[in-house]
């Protein structure tokens, strides 16, 4: 009798994969509905288990703490996904880099980052209050605002290199300029407060960019 060579099955992990991104992403949207509703203090790590449908270890498996949740849900508001590839790799940011005309340049800058601000600033909000009694919060808070200026500062670089910006104003004025006016709380003042669309926001912005920044 002939005896069947039996083949070792490859493990598929793709199935896996999916469930662990699918429990991971119930998670994040859990505690993305406490946090506003309770606060970051008020949303314990139990009540977004319970939110999430999953047992609270599992948040523990796979986030480690609540800072994590939050950190993680800040990346995904600016991101747009849960992708790892880095903003300034996107093909949006890419675009702003890419185009040559600096009225251009900005126009699609307050397009891109008025997306980011209308999912982030929220969150922000959040983060800002529990950072007041929170250390590795107010830690978080200062490393993304950091970052924040940093790409600010990427930004003027590329625009002045396709025009001169307005006189006698340097680099880091100009990053410093832009960083306070696309800030979270400048975009919920004026969409939220004085109730602009995301529209006459973006103008608005692209507007003041042009006349404060170029020459």
């Known amino acids: 009798m002939t005896q069947l060579k039996k083949t070792k099955r490859r493990y598929n992990s793709t199935k896996r994969q999916a469930q ?3 429990t991971r992403r119930q998670i994040t949207e859990a505690a993305r ?3 506003t509703e309770r606060g970051y203090t008020g949303a314990t790590i139990e ?5 999430a449908g999953v047992a609270p270890e599992t ?11 939050l950190a993680h849900l ?3 508001s600016v991101g747009g996904d849960d992708e790892p590839i880095p903003l300034l790799q996107r093909p949006r940011p890419q ?3 890419q185009e040559h005309d600096p009225r251009q340049q900005l126009y699609l800058f307050a397009q891109d980052i008025s997306a980011i601000l209308e999912r982030i600033a929220p969150i922000f909000e959040i983060m800002r209050f529990a950072a007041k009694t929170e250390p590795d919060i107010a830690d978080l808070l200062q490393n993304i605002l950091r970052e924040r200026l940093h790409n600010m500062v990427l930004l003027v670089q590329h625009l002045s290199e396709h025009g001169p910006l307005q006189e006698g ?8 300029t832009v960083w306070t006016l696309t ?19 973006i103008q608005w912005l692209a507007d003041t960019l042009t006349r404060l920044l170029l020459s």
Request: hydrophobic content about 50%; charged content about 25%; proline content about 2%.
């Open 47 to 51: 009540a977004v288990a319970q939110e």
């Open 169 to 176: 104003m340097v680099d880091s004025q100009a990053a410093e």
């Open 33 to 35: 509905k406490l946090f």
């Open 74 to 76: 800040i990346d995904i």
């Open 59 to 69: 948040i523990y498996a796979v986030f480690g703490n609540k800072r994590a949740i």
């Open 95 to 97: 675009a702003v880099f």
């Open 183 to 201: 800030s979270p709380e400048v975009f919920r003042l004026l969409t939220i407060d004085r109730a602009w669309s995301r529209e006459h926001y």
């Open 20 to 22: 662990a991104r699918e």
